[in-house]
């Protein structure tokens, strides 16, 4: 978008009808009759509202919001919902406090720290893949949705917590966190029932500050970390918000980009072809390690493009705290502002048959003359999820794990149906015939 400061700023077009956007079905359906009447900066009223709030489709207007000049804007509105959840953690913090917070948990993320996070990993896809072991044997169907979604929350738990885990999956007789794969809903019941466990982690964070035993997990750095000018730990109540953080976003959007990824390894089975022979060539068939995962670069590709296509997070905001100005159109301040990630990455100026699967479109030549903010799965910004690149490692190594082993043949008869809620799942579970290679 170019901008002539020297114009008057102006307020962007816009539908009559008020309408405010929110995280479901009737906004994701609504989006793109906005964007095709009125183009990429969408102006939307909402009755007792002064500056309602805009739709941003455009490259260079997102940059701006989330990188050139985050600093003038916070979290919009959604967020209040997940806060009930989550507390006040990474996701939902703004101001001082989220910069403090990020500081301190930035250093459990570097590339040395997420190689030795890598062992929970392992350990999860190897118990994961004898249970795919024998029912590849028996030629059975398996519901991958679900699959993606108890390992996932298996290895953000093992992260986390370390061999801990084991420890309280005894003493609840159970993971006291499954039901977290068995209703989506997070409704107020989820959210008082997964509050319900701040006791846990509550006695679990006291039981580590008294005894100090040795551990290597999220957790232990999350313990240790100082604030650099005041030399202060988090408190109890700052921790536990960041481990719920962590647990309920950390599992549900790789669960998620598992079950696409799957999806489309299926329905493109020379992509899924393509992929197991650079494993192969590069690990023999044995697990994967740190070091190999950065040369699965066909996997890496596949997945980049499921995320392109479905996003977990479809659609985010941000208010602006002052004045702005986007090209030649104002932002007052207070003014909401929503991003689709979804509807951005089918866009044809950066997106050609932006509906094909074409796992191409991220070969590193590809990536360097795309536009920065075209591809955003991870926001942008300050504010890029500061998981984004444990989660590729993730991803890498379940594919890397399982690949070489089976073959996923899509049995689902009904059509795919998308559920746009606070994150962009299948309607239905998706299953599939599973054999061995």
Same mark, same amino acid.
């Not at 599992?251 to 494993?279: D, Q, V």
């Not at 702005?324 to 003014?335: K, L, M, V």
């Given at each position: 978008?170019?901008?002539?400061?020297?114009?008057?700023?102006?307020?962007?077009?816009?539908?009559?009808?008020?309408?405010?956007?929110?995280?479901?079905?009737?906004?994701?359906?609504?989006?793109?009759?906005?964007?095709?009447? %009125?183009?990429? +900066?969408?102006?939307?009223?909402?009755?007792?509202?002064?500056?309602?709030?805009?739709?941003?489709?455009?490259?260079?207007?997102?940059?701006? +919001?989330?990188?050139?000049? %985050?600093?003038?804007?916070? /979290?919009?509105?959604?967020?209040?919902?997940? /806060?009930?959840?989550?507390?006040?953690?990474?996701?939902?913090?703004?101001?001082?406090?989220?910069?403090?917070?990020?500081?301190?948990?930035?250093?459990?993320?570097?590339? /040395?720290?997420?190689?030795?996070?890598?062992?929970? *990993?392992?350990?999860?896809?190897?118990?994961?893949?004898?249970?795919?072991?024998?029912?590849?044997?028996?030629?059975?169907?398996?519901? +991958?949705?679900?699959?993606?979604?108890?390992?996932? =929350?298996?290895?953000?738990?093992?992260?986390?917590?370390?061999?801990?885990?084991?420890?309280?999956?005894?003493?609840?007789?159970?993971?006291?966190?499954?039901?977290?794969?068995?209703?989506?809903?997070?409704?107020?019941?989820?959210?008082?029932?997964?509050?319900? =466990?701040?006791? #846990?982690?509550?006695?679990?964070?006291?039981?580590?500050?008294?005894?100090?035993?040795?551990?290597?997990?999220?957790?232990?750095?999350?313990?240790?970390?100082?604030?650099?000018?005041?030399?202060?730990?988090?408190?109890? /109540?700052?921790?536990?918000?960041? #481990?719920?953080?962590?647990?309920?976003?950390?599992?549900?959007?790789?669960?998620?980009?598992?079950?696409?990824?799957?999806?489309?390894?299926?329905?493109?089975?020379?992509?899924?072809?393509?992929?197991?022979?650079?494993?192969?060539?590069?690990?023999?068939?044995?697990?994967?390690?740190?070091?190999?995962?950065?040369?699965?670069?066909?996997?890496?590709? *596949? *997945?980049?493009?499921?995320?392109?296509?479905?996003?977990? *997070?479809?659609?985010?905001?941000?208010?602006?705290?002052?004045?702005?100005?986007?090209?030649?159109?104002?932002?007052?301040?207070?003014?909401? =502002?929503?991003?689709?990630?979804?509807? #951005? %990455?089918?866009?044809?100026?950066?997106?050609?048959?932006?509906?094909?699967?074409?796992?191409?479109?991220?070969?590193?030549?590809?990536?360097?003359?795309?536009?920065?903010?075209?591809?955003?799965?991870?926001?942008?910004?300050?504010?890029?999820?500061?998981?984004? +690149?444990?989660?590729?490692?993730?991803?890498?190594?379940?594919?890397?794990?399982?690949?070489?082993?089976?073959?996923?043949?899509?049995?689902?008869?009904?059509? =795919?149906?998308?559920?746009?809620?606070?994150?962009?799942?299948?309607?239905?579970?998706?299953?599939?015939?599973?054999?061995?290679?």
């Amino acid at each position: 978008m170019s901008a002539d400061t020297h114009r008057e700023p102006i307020l962007p077009p816009g539908p009559e009808t008020p309408f405010t956007p929110d995280t479901n079905e009737a906004t994701f359906a609504a989006i793109p009759q906005w964007l095709a009447a %009125h183009g990429d +900066v969408v102006r939307l009223s909402a009755e007792g509202r002064r500056h309602g709030s805009y739709l941003l489709n455009d490259a260079d207007a997102i940059r701006h +919001v989330l990188v050139k000049n %985050h600093a003038n804007y916070r /979290k919009g509105p959604g967020f209040n919902r997940v /806060k009930m959840l989550l507390g006040n953690g990474i996701i939902v913090s703004d101001g001082a406090f989220w910069r403090r917070q990020r500081r301190l948990i930035q250093p459990a993320f570097n590339r /040395k720290v997420l190689a030795r996070m890598l062992r929970f *990993v392992q350990q999860a896809n190897a118990a994961r893949r004898e249970r795919w072991q024998a029912l590849a044997d028996a030629g059975a169907v398996i519901d +991958v949705t679900t699959e993606a979604a108890d390992l996932s =929350l298996e290895v953000i738990l093992r992260t986390l917590f370390g061999e801990d885990f084991d420890r309280l999956t005894d003493q609840q007789g159970g993971n006291p966190f499954a039901f977290l794969t068995e209703d989506l809903t997070r409704d107020m019941q989820v959210v008082l029932r997964f509050r319900g =466990l701040m006791k #846990l982690m509550q006695d679990l964070i006291h039981w580590r500050r008294e005894t100090r035993p040795e551990r290597d997990d999220f957790l232990a750095m999350f313990l240790d970390a100082r604030d650099r000018d005041t030399g202060e730990a988090m408190s109890d /109540k700052e921790l536990i918000d960041e #481990l719920m953080t962590f647990i309920i976003a950390g599992h549900e959007t790789s669960a998620i980009t598992l079950n696409w990824t799957w999806y489309f390894l299926a329905r493109h089975p020379e992509e899924a072809e393509r992929a197991r022979a650079e494993i192969l060539s590069v690990t023999g068939g044995a697990m994967p390690g740190y070091e190999q995962l950065g040369r699965f670069e066909r996997i890496r590709r *596949v *997945v980049s493009e499921a995320l392109r296509l479905y996003p977990p *997070v479809w659609l985010f905001s941000r208010t602006a705290i002052g004045d702005d100005r986007i090209g030649d159109y104002a932002i007052p301040a207070g003014t909401d =502002l929503f991003i689709s990630p979804y509807y #951005l %990455h089918r866009h044809p100026a950066h997106w050609p048959d932006a509906e094909a699967f074409d796992p191409d479109r991220f070969a590193p030549e590809a990536e360097k003359a795309r536009h920065p903010t075209a591809y955003i799965p991870f926001s942008a910004g300050p504010r890029r999820c500061i998981g984004d +690149v444990f989660a590729m490692l993730e991803m890498q190594l379940h594919f890397g794990l399982m690949l070489p082993r089976f073959s996923l043949e899509y049995r689902d008869e009904q059509p =795919l149906e998308l559920e746009p809620f606070i994150n962009l799942r299948t309607r239905h579970n998706l299953r599939y015939r599973i054999t061995p290679v």
